[in-house]
């Protein structure tokens, strides 16, 4: 095992991965609320007392503003000096809302930076790193790495990619519908797989449906649970022609839990006061020559806007465009320990949950029991 002296004690890799695998842990509290910022996880670490004394824990704040270096660093005060800082991506060292963490960094004496990737957006880029070594700081890089790109996930793909990180989940009964004959909307899980959604939705920036959805759901869209009140991500509906009914409690509830549709042309303000009113933003994206909104020209508009972790919840036919196009990540499919008469909607409008296993762009990547439900996650393969 390879080993460092830092501050005249020694320090193995794996005391590295362990306070790094923390700072990721406290990473995952940012998830879904610091959007347009990535969230980060960082500790500080006085390596020179046996057993090492942790000194400052923080993670980026709601609204992506106080970050997590300066709330470590605040917490750690003056003992931060000589200190070992442990962050799950590259310190900033550009002035955005917020000074350089990097400055912060170095004015409070941390002796050792252990990071665990660098920021590809082009403001950082390795300029934080470069800063660290200019003021004579020691940096290690790449600790638990692979970890680290999983949970950076959104950001990534939305400075690399100009996209969201798109995951799209659809609960089905055992024989594979999605809604009753007529799309009468169907209870379909149980409990701890209803929990687990509303895990899903509070780390993800933004939820989507389908027009046709909304008009047969009428959903809230929002998180409800204990623990995750307050997490509501924005909701967006997809609504080419602006035909969305606006009694829906989606748009009544706008002025507490942001609402967007994204429609297929530029409408009059007369047309889009009833919405703006409400405080539903209406925006607009480009068309495909099936007249459907072009799902590539949305996840732009989306990522523009700032979001970087999007979580579709269906119909059948936005799912089925999300599988054909290939656009989702990830798939989640809960199958519900409930089986309903013949007739029902298929998961994805012409066929049933075995569209996904028959794609060979996705591959199981996990099965889990969630209650007497079953979850199954498909990942797209690289
Ligand atoms: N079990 C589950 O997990 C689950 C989840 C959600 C819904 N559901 C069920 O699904 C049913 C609704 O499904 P649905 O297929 O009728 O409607 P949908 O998929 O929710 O919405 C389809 C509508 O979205 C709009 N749209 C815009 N761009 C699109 C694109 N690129 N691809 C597809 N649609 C696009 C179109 O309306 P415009 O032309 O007006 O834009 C289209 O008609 C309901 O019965 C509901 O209960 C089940």
Same mark, same amino acid.
């Not at 997590?68 to 003992?79: D, Q, R």
């Not at 000074?99 to 960094?105: A, E, F, G, L, M």
């Not at 089925?320 to 298929?346: M, R, Y």
């Given at each position: 095992?390879?080993?460092?002296?830092?501050?005249?004690?020694?320090?193995?890799?794996?005391?590295?991965?362990?306070?790094?695998? =923390?700072?990721?842990?406290?990473?995952?509290?940012?998830?879904?609320?610091?959007?347009?910022?990535?969230?980060?996880?960082? @500790?500080?670490?006085? @390596?020179?007392?046996?057993? *090492?004394?942790?000194?400052?824990?923080?993670?980026?704040?709601?609204?992506?503003?106080?970050?997590? =270096?300066?709330?470590?660093?605040?917490?750690?005060?003056?003992?931060?000096?000589?200190?070992?800082?442990?962050?799950?991506l590259?310190?900033?060292?550009?002035?955005?809302?917020? #000074?350089?963490?990097?400055?912060?960094?170095?004015?409070?004496?941390?002796?050792?930076?252990?990071?665990a990737m660098s920021? *590809?957006?082009?403001?950082? &880029?390795?300029?934080?790193?470069?800063?660290?070594?200019?003021?004579?700081?020691?940096?290690?890089?790449g600790?638990?790495e692979?970890?680290a790109h999983?949970?950076?996930?959104?950001?990534?793909?939305?400075?690399?990619?100009?996209?969201?990180?798109?995951?799209?989940?659809?609960?089905?009964?055992?024989?594979?519908?999605?809604?009753?004959?007529? &799309?009468? #909307?169907?209870?379909?899980?149980?409990?701890?797989?209803?929990?687990?959604?509303?895990?899903?939705?509070?780390?993800?920036?933004?939820? @989507?449906?389908?027009?046709? /959805?909304?008009?047969?759901?009428?959903?809230?869209?929002?998180?409800?649970?204990?623990?995750?009140?307050?997490?509501? #991500?924005?909701?967006?509906?997809?609504?080419?022609?602006? &035909?969305?009914?606006?009694?829906?409690?989606?748009?009544?509830?706008?002025?507490?839990?942001?609402?967007?549709?994204?429609?297929?042309?530029?409408?009059?303000?007369?047309?889009?006061?009833?919405? /703006?009113?409400?405080?539903?933003?209406?925006?607009?994206?480009?068309?495909?020559?099936?007249?459907?909104?072009?799902?590539?020209?949305?996840?732009?508009?989306?990522?523009?806007?700032?979001?970087?972790?999007?979580?579709?919840?269906?119909?059948?036919?936005?799912?089925?465009?999300?599988?054909?196009?290939?656009?989702?990540?990830?798939?989640?499919?809960?199958?519900?320990?409930?089986?309903?008469?013949?007739?029902?909607?298929?998961?994805?409008?012409?066929?049933? #949950?075995?569209?996904?296993?028959?794609?060979?762009?996705?591959?199981?990547?996990?099965?889990?029991?969630?209650?007497?439900?079953?979850?199954?996650?498909?990942?797209?393969?690289?």
């Amino acid at each position: 095992m390879r080993e460092l002296i830092v501050n005249s004690s020694v320090v193995s890799a794996s005391e590295d991965e362990h306070y790094m695998a =923390e700072a990721l842990c406290l990473a995952k509290h940012g998830l879904g609320c610091v959007w347009p910022n990535p969230s980060v996880g960082c @500790m500080i670490v006085d @390596m020179a007392t046996v057993p *090492p004394r942790i000194l400052g824990r923080g993670w980026t704040q709601p609204g992506g503003c106080l970050h997590a =270096e300066s709330v470590a660093l605040g917490e750690a005060g003056e003992s931060a000096r000589g200190a070992t800082l442990y962050v799950t991506l590259e310190p900033c060292a550009h002035y955005g809302r917020t #000074p350089p963490c990097v400055d912060r960094i170095i004015s409070a004496g941390i002796g050792r930076v252990v990071s665990a990737m660098s920021d *590809p957006d082009p403001r950082v &880029n390795g300029k934080g790193h470069a800063c660290l070594l200019a003021a004579g700081i020691t940096l290690e890089q790449g600790v638990l790495e692979a970890a680290a790109h999983r949970l950076n996930i959104g950001h990534l793909r939305r400075v690399l990619e100009k996209r969201p990180f798109v995951q799209l989940k659809l609960a089905h009964c055992r024989n594979g519908s999605i809604a009753r004959a007529g &799309n009468h #909307p169907l209870r379909i899980t149980a409990g701890i797989a209803d929990s687990y959604v509303h895990h899903m939705r509070a780390k993800a920036d933004a939820i @989507m449906v389908g027009a046709g /959805t909304l008009s047969s759901d009428d959903p809230e869209l929002t998180c409800r649970i204990p623990g995750t009140e307050g997490r509501s #991500p924005v909701r967006i509906v997809l609504d080419r022609d602006l &035909n969305a009914g606006l009694s829906s409690r989606l748009f009544q509830t706008a002025g507490k839990t942001p609402s967007w549709i994204v429609t297929g042309q530029c409408f009059s303000s007369e047309r889009t006061l009833p919405f /703006t009113e409400k405080g539903v933003r209406v925006l607009m994206a480009k068309q495909t020559e099936q007249r459907k909104l072009d799902l590539d020209s949305v996840l732009r508009l989306l990522a523009n806007e700032g979001i970087t972790r999007l979580l579709v919840e269906g119909g059948a036919s936005l799912a089925h465009s999300f599988l054909t196009s290939e656009k989702a990540d990830e798939i989640i499919l809960i199958e519900g320990n409930i089986a309903i008469d013949c007739g029902g909607l298929p998961a994805f409008t012409v066929a049933g #949950p075995e569209l996904v296993a028959q794609n060979r762009s996705y591959s199981l990547s996990e099965t889990r029991a969630l209650g007497q439900d079953t979850l199954r996650r498909y990942v797209k393969r690289i």
